[in-house]
Nanobody, 119 residues
Framework: QVQLVESGGGLVQAGGSLRLSCAAS????????MGWFRQVPGKAREFVAA????????YYADSVKGRFTISRDNSKNFVYLQMNSLKPEDTAVYYC????????????WGQGTQVTVSS
């Protein structure tokens, strides 16, 4: 079973940038699409971005399109989320997950990493 560990979260001012990392182990990483999701307390987890097995297909939520970039390094079993032009509404716990297909479903969630954007 795959294990996922996210890192890179923190506190940043609006307009700033962060890069999240997700380390994967326990499975053939390059065989699966990967995704990033986020969740605010009291709200449902929402899709942020997904990337195909090879990295050539990338998909984004409208709310982050043009500001966030998902990427992966299959040689190191990592997936990344570069977040630029951050807004206070991006504040959430961010999770990475393994997909059965790039359109989902996703599972094997990590523990999450907190991103807080101050205004």
């Amino acid at each position: 079973q795959v294990q996922l560990v996210e890192s890179g979260g923190g506190l940043v001012q609006a307009g700033g940038s962060l890069r999240l990392s997700c380390a994967a182990s326990g499975r053939t990483f390059s065989s699966y699409p990967m995704g990033w999701f986020r969740q605010v307390p009291g709200k449902a987890r929402e899709f942020v971005a997904a990337i195909s097995e090879s990295g050539t297909g990338r998909y984004y939520a409208d709310s982050v399109k043009g500001r966030f970039t998902i990427s992966r390094d299959n040689s190191k079993n990592f997936v990344y989320l570069q977040m630029n032009s951050l807004k206070p509404e991006d504040t959430a716990v961010y999770y990475c997950a393994v997909g059965k297909a790039v359109g989902g479903p996703f599972g094997s969630w990590g523990q999450g990493t907190q991103v807080t954007v101050s205004s």
